[in-house]
């Protein structure tokens, strides 16, 4: 058991080396199902779905395998507006292998749907 624990340790310890973020990869082994943010730093630090990770747009090609290696991963991605980025985002996802990708919309109008408001 010490020895399970030590290598957990190790691998926490190295993953947050690399730029890993453990709460991202933890949702992502007990849902199977991720949130992605294609939205600028500046827009996602004023709010976001909780849990969702921030990959913008434009990197969504070479961060996605950091932040969710495995392509069978159900992704939900959303912008900040009607769903146009998300698009361009699925569509890379798709073309790299991802299986299951969902175009959520625009932020605003997906906490509108989920009956939240920003505050």
Known sequence: MKIIALVLCSLLGSASFYGFVPSAVAAEL??????IDVRSKREYRRGH????????HGDIGHRIFVEVPDTFTEVHIYDGSQGTYAGIALEMLMEIGFQEVVN????????????????
């Open 30 to 35: 007990y849902d199977n199902v991720v949130w």
């Open 49 to 56: 779905i909780e849990g969702a990770i921030n990959i913008p």
């Open 104 to 119: 959520e919309g625009g932020y605003d109008a997906l906490l509108e749907k989920q009956g939240l408001s920003e505050e």
